[in-house]
């Protein structure tokens, strides 16, 4: 038989590699941490594991969780990834934004719809022929709720059936790009942008989320005669709208961006991005954070597609951090695939996703060396269905071997959360098991505002 103490020194040992597992805690600490793991086997060992279940289904469960409740109350650090226009939910968007005056909306041959605020009949547009001003199409159609639910589902993945709904990944990717599409008419028009901003920081703050970064591709805002407003503008306007909010909420501590393009751009185009945002990062540098690529991984251009135009600053001996996107896909030994490689090649500063990271050792180590930190976003994974079970995840790995990560959100709006609680629900209880404890937390918000 093995020796008993031994077996113990390696069972201590092997906790102590896991995420979290050579954090202290204070005695009040272990006590609530007993408390905790109580409640985590009851609800793990519920009839229906929460985690297992499609996050639209699991949402209503986990908000009667004493697990979630708890985690509400948690100060959870910083969300580090987040796409900006993702950000609010969108019964605020509907209820508030859409009600306000000047606001048309046009329905498209494609089943989606647009919206523009405009101080006269907008004119037909490629994508829109017919603008009706929203005020008056809801008083014809007489159920306002109805109606409004009806423009919700246009916003946000949210559904009843999704196994039905989604049966695939084309499908929900799908869905997903034309919702974006449609809240930007919404979310583009200046003064909306303000008070659309300022009430995210509201939402993050609420669920006690001290700072935040965005990823935003700056797109051009318009006033109601049309005027076009710059990036400059876009980026002063987040600086003022942070400053605003800091002084209204002074334990806030500050928001930065994430330049982002999407992947479907050229290479002359993604070349100019960059030069854009060394030029940005260079006058805003408070605010600026850096640059990443966006959009589906799977069947979109590469990191390495992109290799010249990533090059440049170090060409031109400018800074530009990078904070790629990278292995948010299941499909191992494609082009797409290397993309984590190759995001730690150009010394990305973190890795969103990194799914497929742990079927890469050599990535993963250096991830690790470098302290390259994952952005976990477990929802975002369930919901565009790169995973049904989060006990499947190859986070379970990455947690039990102490990876540096963090958690996040990844877009808010569209999957139907606000702040962190759900996604930290899904990582501790799903990803983490029974393994994952009080020190698994402490040290993911810690790694959050390092
Ligand atoms: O999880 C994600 N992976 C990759 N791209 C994403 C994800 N979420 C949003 N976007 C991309 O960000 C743009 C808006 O900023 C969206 O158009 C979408 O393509």
């Excluded at 600053?313 to 984590?340: C, I, M």
């Amino acid at each position: 038989m093995p020796d008993p103490a031994h077996r113990d020194l390696l069972l201590r040992q092997e906790a102590s590699r896991q995420t979290g597992g050579t954090v202290t805690l204070t005695a009040a600490e272990q006590k609530l941490d007993s408390y905790l793991r109580r409640l985590k086997e009851q609800e793990m060992s519920a009839a229906q594991f929460l985690p297992a279940l499609h996050f639209f289904k699991a949402k209503p469960l986990i908000q009667k969780s004493s697990i979630f409740k708890l985690l509400q109350k948690m100060p959870k650090g910083a969300a580090l990834h987040v796409h900006g226009s993702s950000l609010v939910s969108v019964e605020w968007l509907v209820k508030n934004v859409t009600y306000r005056p000047n606001c048309y909306i046009c329905f498209t041959w494609d089943n989606s719809v647009r919206f523009l605020f405009s101080d006269r009949q907008p004119f037909p547009r490629w994508d829109c022929f017919y603008w009706q001003l929203l005020e008056t199409l809801r008083a014809r159609v007489g159920d306002p709720t109805g109606f409004d639910n009806s423009l919700m589902q246009h916003l946000t993945l949210f559904t009843e059936d999704p196994d039905n709904q989604y049966p695939n990944q084309d499908v929900v990717w799908e869905k997903f790009e034309k919702a974006f599409i449609a809240a930007a008419g919404l979310i583009t028009h200046a003064p909306v942008l303000r008070d659309y901003f300022y009430r995210g920081l509201e939402e993050l703050h609420s669920d006690n989320i001290m700072y935040v970064e965005l990823r935003s591709g700056l797109s051009r805002t318009y006033d109601l005669d049309g005027t076009i407003h710059d990036k400059v503008w876009t980026l002063k306007t987040f600086q003022e709208v942070t400053k605003k909010f800091i002084a209204d909420h002074p334990d806030f501590v500050g928001t930065r961006i994430i330049i982002s393009v999407h992947r479907a751009l050229s290479v002359s185009e993604v070349t100019a991005a960059v030069k854009e945002a060394i030029q940005l990062q260079r006058d805003f540098p408070d605010i600026v954070a850096g640059f990443d690529i966006v959009g589906r991984e799977d069947g979109g251009r590469t990191l390495w597609y992109f290799r010249k135009a990533l090059s440049l600053p170090a060409e031109l001996g400018a800074t530009l951090s990078y904070f790629f996107h990278a292995g948010e896909t299941d499909d191992e030994g494609t082009d797409v695939d290397q993309n984590v490689l190759d995001a730690l090649l150009f010394n990305t500063k973190r890795i969103g996703h990194g799914y497929a990271l742990a079927h890469h050792p050599l990535a993963k180590e250096l991830s690790r060396k470098g302290n390259v930190a994952v952005e976990l976003c477990p929802i975002s994974n369930q919901v565009l269905k790169l995973v049904s079970d989060l006990r499947n995840h190859p986070a379970t790995v990455l947690m039990a071997e102490g990876h540096p990560m963090v958690i996040s959100s990844d877009d808010p709006s569209l999957f139907g959360t606000t702040g962190l609680s759900y996604d930290f629900y899904q990582a501790f209880v799903g990803i983490g098991g029974l393994k994952a404890n009080l020190g698994t937390l402490k040290e993911l918000a810690g790694n959050s505002i390092k």
